[in-house]
């Protein structure tokens, strides 16, 4: 699938580094965060996901950050490899709510 | 578990025409959404259902947009008639859990 956004954000790291991916968010009132990975041609697809009461969620290679304060996430990739070139989505919630509000993304790629 | 399933995978058709898109979601998912991905406006929410009702249809642009559910185990999303401006991949996704969605595979819409 398309990618988002004319302006789309772009990550490079090498192979093997560490990869940290923001977001700002927008809803004081989201309680609830989501990280999907979206693969060319493909549909987004759940990473992990951290609720407001948390401020850090381990993943298998992945972490997601939370400061409510600022309101802003982060996704951490550990050891990135080739598999992981893909656009990065966060998306919001709010409690009650079923939609999510995804943000613009950010296209990461890895140099060999 | 099959996952979402969208028909057509690819659709090219010219202006003024019908097209109906089609997904079958998780089997047991009682929640299904329609969402439209472009490189300007990202990855929009146009409607979703609950037990085949629609509940939020807010983001569909315009009245030549229309979805439906049937039953639990199929949705369309039609156009009529369609505009170059349309041209988006569109995606499903389903969700059990409040909040969790599973994505489809998307259908990349070319109207010429």
């Known amino acids: ?112 | 578990d099959a996952g979402v399933i969208q028909s057509p995978r690819h659709e090219v058709t010219e202006m003024g025409q019908e097209v109906t898109l089609r997904c079958k979601p998780i089997s047991g998912h009682n929640s299904l959404f329609w969402y439209r991905q472009t490189m300007m406006r990202g990855l929009e929410l146009l409607i979703y259902f609950n037990n085949n009702v629609p509940i939020d249809d807010s983001g569909m642009p315009e009245d030549r947009f229309s979805a439906k559910m049937p039953n639990a185990s199929f949705s369309t999303l039609k156009i009529q008639p369609s505009e170059p401006r349309d041209s988006a991949v569109y995606f499903c996704a389903s969700s059990l859990v409040p909040r969790e969605q599973y994505f489809g595979p998307g259908t990349r819409l070319t109207v010429t």
């Not at chain 1, 699938?1 to 923001?22: A, F, M």
């Not at chain 1, 550990?78 to 999510?100: H, I, W």
């Open chain 1, 1 to 112: 699938g398309e990618s988002v956004g004319l302006h789309l954000p772009t990550l490079s790291v090498q192979e093997g580094d560490n990869s940290i991916i923001n977001c700002a968010y927008s809803n004081s009132a989201s309680d609830y965060f989501i990280w999907y990975k979206q693969e060319s041609g493909k549909g987004p697809q759940f990473i992990i996901d951290i609720r407001s009461n948390m401020d850090k969620r381990q993943g298998q290679r992945v972490t997601v950050l939370l400061n409510k304060t600022v309101k802003h996430l982060s996704l951490q990739i550990a050891a990135t490899q080739p598999g992981d070139s893909a656009v990065y989505f966060c998306a919001e919630n709010m409690r009650g709510a079923q939609k999510l509000v995804f943000g613009q993304g950010t296209r990461l790629t890895i140099n060999p």
